[in-house]
């Protein structure tokens, strides 16, 4: 069974960088063909991708969010980052990370992680 976590700080100034780890179990990220995302829910609204990195290493980024977002990953701890920058009040939302088979809807999901940005 594979799980996601979802790990980071609960709360963000403005125009500070927000950071969040997924931590997966039972499932390499670097097994074929897997990828993996990150989406997250702003409060009352729909969910929105954000990004996500390939099983072999490539990175996709959602057009509109592309010049704040940054994903990366480490191999070795079986973990995928995203960081966020310049973020305001209306990145406040659930952030998820969740992992697709390759041309397939989202397969597994972490249970999501609120970041609320604020001063």
């Known amino acids: 069974q594979v799980q996601l976590q979802e790990s980071g700080p609960g709360l963000v100034k403005p125009s500070q960088t927000l950071s969040l780890i997924c931590i997966v179990s039972?499932?390499?990220?670097?097994?074929?063909?897997?990828?993996w995302n990150w989406i997250r829910q702003p409060p009352g609204k729909g969910l929105e991708w954000m990004g996500a990195?390939?099983?072999?290493?490539?990175?996709y980024y959602s057009p509109s969010l592309k010049s704040r977002t940054s994903i990366s990953r480490d191999t070795s701890k079986n973990q995928f980052s995203l960081q966020l920058s310049s973020v305001t009040p209306e990145d406040t939302a659930v952030y998820y990370c969740?992992?697709?088979?390759?041309?397939?809807?989202?397969?597994?999901w972490g249970q999501g992680t609120q970041v609320t940005v604020s001063s």
């Open positions: 039972g499932g390499s990220i670097t097994t074929s063909s897997y990828v």
């Open positions: 990195i390939r099983y072999d290493g490539r990175i």
């Open positions: 969740a992992r697709a088979p390759a041309g397939v809807g989202y397969e597994y």
